[in-house]
């Protein structure tokens, strides 16, 4: 079947750098994206992975291996608003998300 | 602010009930979406339209139904209401047919009683 894997829950102190994974099962998508969404609010875009490798978008990287099944989202520089859920997606004929990530960031 | 409106923000009506939800999209988007999300669960897709036709289907109920009008707002429709359909909806939109950059709405938050 079609999934991604998501860790449930990450924890991270401010100003650390975390690693949010997202490992999948389907194949012949058109790319990774990652969105963000804080507590009572609408998810939001962060970036795209349309080939393997890195992209970076200020503090925020993404990372796609296709010959591995994974990609992962880099947070550098964490702030205490970086306190969200980030959730993986892919399209293939229709869009898949991740169940999310809840980012714990400790002062 | 994205530029995607929803009404109503909250809802409230008890089982067995009809309610309608509607989305405004983005100026110059031709894609919605319509996504479910209950408490503590991720991002349900229900289904998708691209300038009036049903572009994608997702894990859409029969007891719900969506169209898209032809000056691109949508609205979701849900029928027969259960208490498990209590959730926030959401609403996003796209220029294109299979954008990996959406667009969400703020959501409309429906409870069933």
């Known amino acids: 079947g079609q999934s991604l894997e998501q860790p449930s829950e990450v924890t991270a102190v401010e100003g650390a750098i975390v690693q949010i994974n997202c490992t999948y099962q389907?194949?012949?998508?058109?790319?990774l994206s990652w969105y963000q969404q804080h507590d009572g609010g609408a998810p939001t875009f962060l970036s795209y992975?349309?080939?393997?490798g890195l992209e970076e978008t200020g503090r925020f990287s993404s990372f796609l291996s296709r010959s591995d099944s994974y990609g992962y989202l880099l947070l550098q520089e964490l702030q205490m608003k970086d306190s969200a859920s980030y959730f993986c997606?892919?399209?293939?004929?229709?869009?898949?998300f991740g169940k999310g990530t809840r980012l714990h960031i400790l002062p | 602010d994205s530029g995607v409106t929803q009404t109503p923000k909250h809802l409230i009506t008890a089982t067995g009930q009809r309610v309608t939800l509607r989305c405004s999209p983005r100026s110059g988007d031709l894609s919605v979406y319509w996504y479910q999300q209950s408490l503590d669960q991720g991002l349900q897709f229900l289904i998708q339209?691209?300038?009036?036709?049903?572009?994608a289907k997702g894990n859409i109920l029969e007891r719900f139904s969506a169209q898209q009008f032809p000056d691109l707002h949508s609205e979701l429709n849900l029928s027969s209401l259960e208490l498990g359909d209590s959730a926030l909806y959401f609403c996003?939109?796209?220029?294109?047919?299979?954008?990996?950059?959406?667009?969400f709405g703020p959501g409309t938050r429906l409870t069933v009683t």
């Open positions: 389907t194949s012949g998508f058109y790319g």
């Open positions: 996003a939109s796209s220029p294109g047919t299979s954008e990996d950059e959406q667009y």
């Open positions: 992975n349309a080939l393997d």
């Open positions: 339209y691209y300038n009036g036709e049903e572009r």
């Open positions: 997606a892919v399209w293939k004929d229709k869009i898949i």
